[in-house]
């Protein structure tokens, strides 16, 4: 089945630096990509939506200056926490969608594949 | 807005037990809506999904089933095994007009099944 990588799958980092978390799709090519934020006991919040070539698509509360996402391949989507500070420390997701498959949007759900998620321990 | 809620949070039941895990949305206008597990500290693993116009879908010992009208749909899970202990999750896909036509999943918090030897 297809394979939604993600790295790394934990980090800490000190409060005021910066840190990258990677997403790749390792089988086949994603033209959307999702990323999500999970803190303890809570939903899966979606933070933006990544389109290959085009700006991120943020949703309502996310800081796109903090969160900053860059999609520049259609294997590969990253997401780099700006000034971490200790709220940050959370589980960050990645989903991509298989570019082939889902044409029709009732079937997009099909070719959703998410990644194994990376923990952020900001101190 | 969306909004997605799962009934348990917590359950615990002894190995062999047949279960249900419940999952409500608030908006009918859905494409489809799928279940996953999520083990401790790790991903998602899709389990079933039953598009918009389906009433029901099985794999093996589970079988989802779909009531759009009332928001509802139920996970059931057969002779369950002490290998089904996870977060069990609940994801609505709906439209999103105002990005060009994409689409959102959103979830619910999740019910943690321990099941016990």
């Known amino acids: 089945g297809a394979v939604v990588s993600q790295h790394p799958s934990w980090v800490i980092c000190k409060s005021g630096t910066s840190v990258k978390i990677e997403c790749r799709s390792l089988d086949f090519q994603a033209t959307t990509m999702f990323w999500y934020r999970q803190f303890p006991k809570q939903s899966l919040m979606l933070m933006a939506t990544s389109n290959e070539g085009s700006k991120a698509t943020y949703e309502q509360g996310v800081e796109k200056d903090k969160f900053l996402i860059n999609h520049a391949s259609l294997t590969l989507s990253t997401l780099t926490v700006t000034s971490a500070h200790p709220e940050d420390s959370s589980f960050y997701i990645c989903?991509?969608?298989?570019?082939?498959?889902?044409?029709?949007?009732?079937?997009?759900?099909?070719?959703?594949?998410f990644g194994e998620g990376s923990w952020l321990t900001v101190v | 807005k969306q909004e997605v809620t799962q009934i348990p949070a917590a359950l615990s039941v002894p190995e062999g037990e047949n279960l249900v895990l419940n999952c409500s949305f608030t908006d009918s206008a859905i494409y489809n809506l799928q279940w996953f597990r999520q083990d401790p500290g790790k991903g998602l693993t899709s389990l079933l999904l039953?598009?918009?116009?389906?009433r029901e879908q099985t794999s093996g010992r589970l079988n989802a089933s779909l009531d759009k009208s009332s928001g509802r749909s139920t996970l059931y899970i057969a002779a369950s095994q002490p290998g089904d202990s996870a977060t069990y999750l609940c994801?609505?896909?709906?439209?999103?007009?105002?990005?060009?036509?994409?689409?959102?999943?959103?979830f619910g918090k999740g019910t943690k099944l321990t099941v016990n030897p």
């Open positions: 994801a609505v896909m709906r439209r999103v007009i105002t990005q060009g036509g994409s689409e959102k999943l959103v």
């Open positions: 039953i598009q918009s116009s389906q």
């Open positions: 989903s991509a969608r298989d570019r082939r498959l889902g044409r029709t949007l009732a079937s997009s759900g099909n070719t959703i594949y």
